[in-house]
């Protein structure tokens, strides 16, 4: 089963009723420790280890709350996931050179902990989606630590600091010997308290970085992204989608970019379009011999490339009356859900939809696209960001939500809208059609959505190489961006950041 440890200035016979009553197990073990200072709290961590029964420990805070029935969720964690031997509810992927683990907190902390203090309201951090497998981290927060005490390789390090940098003085060295450490999302906790960094905090990091700074950085990237299943229900009637792909000299991610749509979407609904813009004679033909045989896909030839203009083309002149939808989709995409049922589905259920995309991943299964974001100076100087949640390891939106706008990389925006709003701008040569597709189609007064349970990756390193278009971007962003955003800033400020 399961012991429960804490330190506490003064006995709380009330808390170890609560342990016992909420934990929803029987024969459960409270072991308190009063400590009125005169030992660390890995003194103290270790004088419960060596004396509870059970191999199971959890060591907290004494001023925390759990939902009814955590024990048995807990030792479910444990029971599902035996190569995990450290478990706790806050932690972080990545450990900098500083020592300052929350360095990066958007982007590598992971959890949720509810933080209710006295006489103030409820609230909740969220360093990430209650997802529905152990995170893998490197560190743990001391609030709630649970552990098997038969796997650890470590106990707690009674040189380094007194209350704080307890916790990473036991999950570094566990987790540098292999121990693998996670964070859980199945049950809440609250904390009665908000913990604040004070002089003997700086005093134990400098401790801690002593003895293991050589070893920092530490930095686990996400070994897996979250694919929800996506059901199919068939709709009584229902148009195609046209998917729009433009393309050259890249026919292994071209490949590896049709295939997907025919490995996880009902190939019933869309049609692919290949516009080739200037590959070689082997590579179309590589393409003929063995794409366009995957599924009802067209080859089309320019010999030209703008990314405005050929897709622009496909719509007018390639893509017939049948086809509702437009999805717009770089050859680097390559799709692991039902994304074509899920974007139509989102517009079916949100009639006043404008465009739809999707979550994006990079190679290394960190975030590139969740949605976009514009911010504007004071200055009146805009900055226009696209990657909402950028380098995010697991802190990305789950389901659907409203955003200014979506990457043209794998956008999806009906046929009769497309055409409204006047297609994609051709003057632009680099970048920003999407953006500006994304602000108009928000001046009229509908929404953009990005749906991240449609969940794609964008290998965008491996084909994007912006050296040497500086100026052509800084062009297009004077010259035409500015100028259309400026024009409808009043329709969609509501959207806009200022900074």
Request: aromatic share 14%; net charge neutral.
């Amino acid at each position: 089963m399961i012991t429960i440890g804490y330190s506490t200035r003064v006995t709380k016979p009330s808390l170890q009723e609560y342990f016992k009553k909420t934990c929803g197990l029987k024969d459960v073990e409270v072991i308190e420790v009063i400590n009125n200072g005169e030992k660390s709290l890995a003194q103290v961590y270790n004088e419960i280890i060596d004396i509870s029964t059970n191999n199971i420990l959890v060591l907290c805070h004494d001023d925390i709350k759990l939902e009814t029935g955590w024990g048995k969720k807990l030792l479910r964690d444990f029971e599902d996931n035996p190569d995990f031997s450290i478990i706790g509810k806050a932690g972080s992927c990545y450990f900098p050179e500083s020592g300052v683990y929350w360095e990066k907190m958007n982007q590598t902390m992971v959890g949720q902990v509810y933080h209710h203090p006295d006489g103030q309201k409820k609230w909740l951090n969220k360093y990430s989606p209650k997802l529905p497998f152990i995170i893998p981290v490197v560190t743990i927060d001391g609030l709630f630590i649970s552990f098997d005490k038969t796997k650890i390789k470590h106990k707690f390090d009674e040189t380094i600091g007194k209350f704080h940098f307890y916790d990473h003085g036991f999950c570094i060295p566990n987790y540098l010997d292999g121990v693998k450490i996670g964070v859980t999302s199945s049950f809440e906790i609250t904390h009665k308290s908000v913990g604040q960094p004070n002089e003997e905090f700086w005093v134990s990091k400098n401790q801690f970085l002593q003895k293991w700074g050589s070893k920092l950085p530490l930095d686990l990237k996400p070994d897996k992204v979250f694919i929800p299943e996506i059901k199919e229900k068939l709709y009584k009637k229902i148009e195609r989608v046209a998917v729009i792909i433009p393309h050259k000299n890249n026919y292994e991610l071209l490949f590896e970019c049709v295939s997907s749509f025919f490995r996880n979407c009902n190939q019933n609904l869309f049609k692919i379009f290949i516009a080739d813009t200037g590959s070689s004679e082997e590579e179309k033909k590589l393409i003929k011999e063995n794409i366009l045989t995957l599924g009802d896909i067209r080859l089309i030839e320019y010999d030209y490339y703008n990314f405005s203009k050929i897709n622009n083309d496909v719509v007018k002149n390639y893509v017939t009356e049948d086809f509702g939808y437009l999805l717009f989709c770089n050859n680097d995409v390559s799709v692991q859900n039902n994304i074509i049922y899920e974007m139509m589905n989102t517009f079916k259920t949100n009639p006043n939809a404008g465009s739809v995309g999707a979550r994006l991943h990079y190679s290394d299964n960190t975030i590139q696209h969740d949605g976009m974001l514009v911010y504007l100076k004071k200055d009146d100087k805009l900055i226009v960001s696209t990657h909402k949640n950028q380098f995010n390891y697991y802190n990305y939106s789950l389901g659907v939500n409203s955003v200014i706008g979506n990457t043209a990389a794998l956008l999806m925006v009906p046929k009769n809208l497309f055409l409204r709003v006047g297609m994609f701008n051709e003057n632009y040569r680099h970048c920003f059609e999407d953006v500006e597709l994304s602000i108009k189609l928000k001046s009229l007064g509908l929404k953009n959505f990005v749906n991240s349970n449609c969940v794609a990756y964008h290998f965008e390193s491996k084909t994007r190489d912006i050296k040497g278009n500086d100026k052509e971007m800084i062009e297009d962003y004077n010259n035409f961006f500015v100028p259309t955003f400026k024009s409808l800033f009043e329709k969609i400020k509501n959207e806009v950041y200022t900074m």
